[in-house]
């Protein structure tokens, strides 16, 4: 009796939750995206309620107040949603720029590759956090600006994961059939290569997500971030003052960070393990 054949999709998972790290930070994402999408609901108090400052964690306060009586925890409730908007819209931008150049570069290879490719490590050499500071201060902090500033400089790296891909599987026998029937280099590209190439680009992009949170954050720590929205970097910068009079301040959103960028980073080693032709035994 024949066994019956598992699901790409299904093999994936199987492959995936082998690693009880990766099924950690997998929990972890979605404990992320969840506080996130319900924060004004889960918030036990909302930004206009002021206790009293420097109220140490208790019961009425499980995280303690800030140096205005701000709830800690309903702050950092609220800002998880500006770091899911941060890493998601950075990411959804750089993707859509890295798939682009690197699609094209790729496919066409030769002088269109060569062009491409220097542009791509123009952008590479520059160095972006400097270089994010320098854009946020001239046209300003607003969370659309950073995303913005974010996507255009994390680019590079999608584009040239992309085109190696790309250069691996133009030349492949089911590309051969495909143009011999007429397909456009259009749908070529769309149709047949891009979602054969797409594994390594959804790995990096599940780190890129932790890497634009991060990004944000330091902007937000200096002062850079926008002040209409409540962020864990705004809560960092708020607490730089009070490190030895108030530890909380600093701590649990600290934690929260961590706690959130380690646990994209393991859903990505586990993605990278489940994807990879190479890895799969």
Same mark, same amino acid.
């Given at each position: 009796? %024949?066994?019956?054949?598992?699901? /790409?999709?299904?093999?994936?998972? @199987?492959?995936?939750?082998? $690693? $009880?790290?990766?099924?950690?930070?997998?929990?972890?994402?979605?404990? #992320? %995206?969840?506080? *996130? @999408?319900?924060?004004?609901?889960? *918030?036990?108090?909302?930004?206009?309620?002021?206790?009293?400052?420097?109220? /140490?964690?208790?019961?009425?306060?499980?995280?303690?107040?800030?140096?205005? =009586?701000?709830?800690?925890?309903?702050?950092? !409730?609220?800002?998880?949603?500006?770091?899911?908007? %941060?890493?998601?819209?950075?990411?959804?931008?750089?993707?859509?720029?890295?798939? &682009?150049? =690197?699609?094209?570069?790729?496919?066409?290879?030769?002088?269109?590759?060569?062009?491409?490719?220097?542009?791509?490590?123009?952008?590479? !050499?520059?160095?972006? #956090?400097?270089?994010?500071?320098? %854009?946020?201060?001239?046209?300003?902090?607003?969370?659309?600006?950073?995303?913005?500033?974010?996507?255009?400089?994390?680019?590079?790296? &999608?584009?040239?994961?992309?085109?190696?891909?790309?250069?691996?599987?133009? $030349?492949?026998?089911?590309?051969?059939?495909?143009?011999?029937?007429?397909?456009?280099?259009?749908?070529?590209?769309?149709?047949?290569?891009?979602?054969?190439?797409?594994?390594?680009?959804?790995?990096?992009?599940?780190?890129?997500?932790?890497?634009?949170?991060?990004?944000?954050?330091?902007?937000? #720590?200096?002062?850079?971030?926008?002040?209409?929205?409540?962020?864990?970097?705004?809560?960092?910068?708020?607490?730089?003052?009070? #490190?030895?009079? *108030?530890?909380?301040?600093?701590?649990? /959103?600290?934690?929260?960070?961590?706690?959130?960028?380690?646990?994209?980073?393991?859903?990505?080693? =586990?993605?990278?393990?489940?994807?990879? /032709?190479?890895?799969?035994?």
């Amino acid at each position: 009796m %024949v066994p019956a054949r598992v699901r /790409p999709s299904r093999q994936v998972w @199987l492959r995936f939750r082998r $690693k $009880k790290t990766a099924l950690f930070g997998l929990a972890g994402a979605v404990l #992320f %995206v969840a506080v *996130a @999408l319900f924060a004004p609901l889960l *918030a036990p108090y909302n930004l206009m309620d002021m206790g009293p400052s420097f109220q /140490p964690p208790g019961a009425d306060h499980i995280l303690g107040t800030d140096s205005l =009586g701000s709830d800690v925890l309903s702050n950092m !409730i609220l800002g998880t949603r500006t770091s899911l908007i %941060v890493g998601l819209c950075a990411v959804l931008t750089s993707n859509i720029i890295g798939l &682009t150049f =690197g699609a094209i570069a790729g496919y066409f290879a030769g002088r269109t590759d060569n062009i491409l490719m220097r542009v791509t490590e123009m952008f590479q !050499i520059l160095p972006q #956090f400097f270089l994010a500071i320098i %854009v946020v201060a001239l046209f300003g902090s607003s969370i659309w600006n950073i995303v913005f500033v974010i996507g255009i400089l994390t680019w590079p790296v &999608t584009a040239r994961l992309l085109r190696a891909e790309f250069l691996s599987l133009r $030349k492949r026998e089911f590309v051969d059939a495909a143009r011999a029937l007429g397909m456009s280099d259009f749908d070529l590209i769309v149709r047949e290569i891009l979602p054969n190439a797409l594994p390594p680009i959804i790995v990096n992009a599940s780190l890129q997500i932790s890497g634009a949170i991060l990004l944000e954050a330091s902007l937000s #720590f200096l002062g850079l971030g926008d002040p209409d929205a409540m962020s864990w970097g705004i809560m960092l910068h708020n607490a730089q003052e009070y #490190f030895n009079r *108030a530890w909380w301040m600093a701590a649990f /959103p600290g934690l929260a960070l961590f706690a959130t960028t380690l646990a994209l980073n393991l859903m990505g080693d =586990g993605l990278n393990d489940a994807l990879n /032709p190479r890895l799969r035994t």
